[in-house]
């Protein structure tokens, strides 16, 4: 039984019979030095350091268990009917009982009402990761789909204007885009501030997808990696204007 679980009803009337002489509470569980006839917490017996009884001074064996030790056996039953009659009350819902009869449905509540809102948050983390893979699927299907309605005016005039140009002119478009390509990459390259871009698209990537396509310390490291990138980005971006 949790100590924190309740609080003494008039615990300034209590006997001072029964409180421990170590640490000064309530005792708990409570064993008797026959020597001296002084009764101690068992929690705070298994606390000393040397098996000298704090009142008498007189040595047990500490080598032998608790439970099994000549000069410490448990308290009378006169005390033990006394701590078990006094009254606690709960700190949840404030019912007041005999100390020996405080398990009540309260804490069973309480250790059931944690459960659920442990599963309701680890529902509600998991309902967010599906969510952004469903919302992000949208997005790339809606782009698809723009692509495929505009397609006559993206891809089809674009075609015919590479017919009519090479008809009337007789120069190999294909290399001369090969060559625009190829001069496009190395510039795209040349500016930090495109490259800062796809570094910040990238770190989104990985922070909200990372930890499925891989382990959590792959993924910080990633991360860790494109914020340097991004940094130094800034850093180039700004001597070079």
């Not at 019912?95 to 069973?108: D, I």
């Not at 090479?166 to 496009?184: A, Q, T, V, W």
Request: proline residues 3%; glycine residues 2%; hydrophobic residues 40%.
């Amino acid at each position: 039984m949790n100590k924190t679980a309740y609080v003494y009803v008039n615990e300034r009337s209590i006997s001072p019979s029964l409180i421990c002489p170590i640490c000064l509470d309530i005792l708990q569980e409570p064993h008797t030095h026959i020597q001296c006839d002084s009764a101690f917490c068992r929690s705070c017996f298994l606390k000393l350091s040397e098996p000298y009884c704090p009142i008498c001074r007189w040595t047990w064996n500490d080598s032998v268990p608790l439970q099994y030790n000549l000069h410490l056996p448990k308290a009378n039953r006169l005390i033990r009917n006394m701590l078990d009659d006094l009254l606690v009350r709960c700190t949840r819902c404030h019912t007041v009982r005999r100390r020996g009869q405080f398990e009540h449905e309260c804490e069973l509540y309480s250790a059931s009402l944690m459960n659920r809102i442990g599963n309701v948050r680890r529902v509600t983390q998991e309902q967010l990761r599906n969510l952004r893979m469903i919302c992000s699927s949208l997005l790339l299907f809606l782009c698809l789909i723009l692509i495929y309605y505009y397609r006559n005016s993206i891809f089809e005039q674009a075609i015919d204007r590479h017919d009519v140009f090479k008809n009337s002119n007789g120069y190999n478009i294909d290399r001369i885009l090969f060559e625009k390509i190829y001069y496009l990459i190395i510039k795209t390259i040349e500016y930090p501030i495109t490259m800062l871009i796809v570094n910040i698209c990238l770190w989104f990537n990985v922070s909200w997808f990372g930890d499925r396509l891989t382990s959590k310390t792959n993924s910080g490291l990633l991360k860790n990696f494109f914020e340097v990138l991004i940094i130094v980005n800034l850093i180039i971006y700004t001597i070079y204007h």
